[in-house]
């Protein structure tokens, strides 16, 4: 059903315009799609820029909001009930029963609407009053039951699902972790239009892991059209995946209760297929959180949590193991506007520790708590090893900019230095140019302490601002450190 399938009245097309940086074929004539749901997949890939700096190959982002629910779950939807009505499990007049943390059902309400079906969702208390706000809006019955109980407890939203399948006469139950079809609608879907889009030059795929459907349909695809396609899974902490991939052990003691919505479980799921899956990379609540906050502000892209998870697993792997030349695609599987409440909330950051519980400090009042003395302090790239160790000592500072003119070129660590001095002691001849590092990145002068820490680094010892004078000035860890403890 993916794709653009317009209804042309008419005849002819008369010309090819530009329309919003897509090339669309314009006709004089109507056209328009036979429903919402035909309006699913071919979502666009998109460059990180920001985010991915210092990263060798490309990373892109394939956007799954502009699916008509908002998430990647409508490719599932559609798919899951065509095949149930195909294998004559779904009637005429059913209803759709599902335990979903919210974007299933909304691409099972979609494709309900549609196909004229009931449908009742269950869902666990933890996920997010909008989610559940969002299925009533299409007409769904939604269920909520409480999150800490074993998946085989009653009051689970698996159990609950279940049994009213059970009790309901012509009702469908799709099982979203059990029901294959949803690994082949991305294999039939996302799959192909990551191969397309990138012209067969995908080298890494890395998504969240749930119900497995995602990464695995679309990377057993990619799989089988280039065996060396890398897929990385992303997982929870609280959830088996991981362990239960690096050692083939069913870890209970791994299970606890997380925040982040839609990846990571407590179960193994017949979707998710290990042996697709090369490597699975953890991520915190609070690192996901603070990363799709971030995507949000430096990349324009306001996303849901779980994307926030994937991008910052996938960056860890590619940060490691990515080399020039190489494309990696991340899926975003979903909207922001879901978690407005919740990570998108400062107060409800600050209420789960994930900001610092007092308004945060920028790069602007670390540069004006310095009233001006903080000099910047620099190096000409044509000295010596050894001028520049004489430099960094007499001012008592542990990193500097280099200069070309009035251009700055490069960094210099003492750090560096040191380890290079003790492998050859001869390099203290060598001129800065030959050992300088990649210039320190640039921040705006309101980007807050939360962003300004999240970028510095083992490799990044220093972040450069502007002030309003257009005067450079220098933030360290140490300015960090001060700044924080107030
Ligand atoms: C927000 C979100 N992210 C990621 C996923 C994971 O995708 P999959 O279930 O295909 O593994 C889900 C699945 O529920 C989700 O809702």
Known sequence: ????????????????????????????????????????????????????????GTVLVKV?????GNS??????????????????????????????????????????????????????????EK?????????????????????????????ARRLNKEIPNSFYPNQYDNLSNTEAHYETTG??????????????????????????????????????????????????????????????????????GIGEDILPKNVDFSLIDHFIKVTDKDAAIMTRRLAREEGLFVGWSCGSAVY???????EYLKEGDVM???????????????????????????????????????????????????????????????LTKEGISQIPVMEGDQIVGSLTDSKILGQLIEKPEIKDTIVNELMDPPFKFVGLDNTLDVLSSLIDKENKALLVRDDLNRVHIITQADLLAAVAG
């Open 329 to 391: 695609v991340i899926i975003l599987p979903d909207h922001g506007t879901r978690y407005l409440n919740k990570i998108y909330n400062d107060t409800w950051m600050k209420d789960h520790g994930f900001l610092e519980s007092r308004d945060f400090a920028t790069a602007r009042d670390i540069v004006e708590s310095k009233n001006g003395a903080d000099r910047l302090v620099t190096i000409d790239s044509s000295m010596k090893i050894s001028e520049a160790v004489r430099l």
């Open 64 to 68: 799954e909001y502009f699916n008509p």
């Open 132 to 160: 559940i706000n969002i299925l009533r809006a299409v007409g769904a019955e939604v269920i909520v039951c409480p999150t800490n109980v074993a998946p085989e407890d009653p009051r689970s939203y698996y159990s609950v």
């Open 72 to 129: 990647v779950k409508d490719r599932i939807g559609i798919k899951m009930v065509a095949d149930a009505e195909k294998a004559g499990i779904l009637k005429p007049g059913g209803t759709i029963i599902e335990g979903t943390s919210g974007n299933t059902g909304m691409g099972l309400a979609l494709a309900a609407i549609a196909g004229g079906y009931k449908c009742i969702f269950t869902m666990a208390d933890k996920q997010s009053q």
């Open 313 to 319: 697993g996938a960056l860890e792997y590619a940060r």
């Open 192 to 261: 192909p239009e990551i191969w397309d889009q990138t012209e067969g030059k995908v080298t890494h795929y890395a998504a969240g892991v749930g119900t497995g459907g995602t990464i695995c349909g679309a990377g057993k695809f990619l799989k089988e059209k280039n065996p060396a396609v890398v897929t990385v899974g992303i997982d929870t902490y609280g959830s088996v995946f991981k362990k239960y991939k690096e050692t083939g052990f069913f870890d209970e003691n791994e299970i606890y209760p997380y925040l982040t919505e």
């Open 1 to 56: 059903m993916a794709g653009y399938y317009p209804f042309i009245v008419g005849g002819i097309i008369p010309h090819c315009c530009i329309f919003h940086g897509h090339n669309l074929y314009c006709y004089l004539f109507m056209h328009y799609y036979s429903s919402i749901i035909d309006t699913i997949g071919n979502t666009p890939l998109v460059r990180l820029n920001k985010l991915s700096k210092g990263i060798k």
